[in-house]
């Protein structure tokens, strides 16, 4: 059965500190990875994807891939009290496009 | 970027009632359909998997005659739930798939009073 796991949190940190957040997968042909934000009460969205090993970077967010140890982080640099959200990690294994969803870690910036 | 509506965004109904929820992508053709729902503070439960033009893919445990998805068009799926409970009283949301990317509505609150 293919899982993603994250610790649910919450992870606390600083206005202006680099909050990093961490998943790992099971399935070893999971090829595509994508973080989701969800703000309490909304749906999620999507802000970074990530398909080959090593960092992606798209403004405060980076996104680092390491397939042989199953493992995907977000670094979430200067944090911002407005980043305080749950972020889902997801994998899509090779032939399927039916992502796989972890529960989420619980970020909390705080000024 | 792809966008993805929801209709209606928060839904009121009694026992017994059915509602119906779609979910447009508006600026790309989704030949798939996710859809979630979420209970407070818990993770996303995917419920059902539609393709344009053909019968939806339950996931265990759904119910597929109180959950009928119709994916009419590329741009539109509707979920009806049938003869709502208050169990059934959750936070739905729909995502549709862009190339190997899913982006999601903005989610429909419903309550079964």
């Known amino acids: 059965q293919k899982e993603v796991e994250q610790n649910s949190g919450p992870l606390s940190v600083p206005e202006g500190a680099i909050a990093s957040l961490n998943c790992t997968y099971s399935?070893?042909?999971?090829?595509?990875f994508f973080w989701y934000r969800q703000y309490s009460g909304k749906s999620p969205e999507l802000i970074m994807s990530?398909?080959?090993?090593g960092d992606k970077e798209d403004g405060r967010f980076t996104a680092q891939l390491n397939k042989a140890s199953q493992y995907v982080s977000l670094l979430i640099r200067d944090s911002q009290p407005s980043d305080s959200a749950t972020y889902l990690c997801?994998?899509?294994?090779?032939?399927?496009?039916?992502?796989?969803f972890g529960r989420g870690t619980s970020l909390i910036v705080h000024p | 970027g792809a966008v993805v509506s929801q209709h209606p965004s928060r839904v009121i109904c009694k026992s017994g009632t059915s509602v119906k929820i779609e979910c447009r992508s508006l600026?790309?053709?989704?030949?798939?359909m996710f859809w979630y729902r979420q209970f407070p503070k818990q993770s996303l439960m995917l419920m059902a998997t539609?393709?344009?033009?053909?019968?939806?893919?339950?996931e265990q445990g759904v119910e597929k005659d109180k959950f009928l998805i119709n994916h009419a068009s590329l741009t539109l799926s509707t979920l009806t739930v049938t003869s709502a409970h208050p169990e059934d009283s959750s936070f739905y949301i729909c995502?549709?798939?862009?190339?190997?990317?899913?982006?999601f509505g903005p989610g429909t609150r419903l309550t079964v009073t």
């Open positions: 995502s549709a798939r862009d190339y190997d990317s899913q982006y």
């Open positions: 399935d070893r042909v999971s090829q595509s």
């Open positions: 990530i398909y080959s090993n």
């Open positions: 997801a994998a899509v294994s090779g032939g399927s496009y039916i992502p796989t």
């Open positions: 600026d790309f053709q989704a030949t798939t």
């Open positions: 539609s393709n344009e033009g053909s019968k939806a893919t339950y």
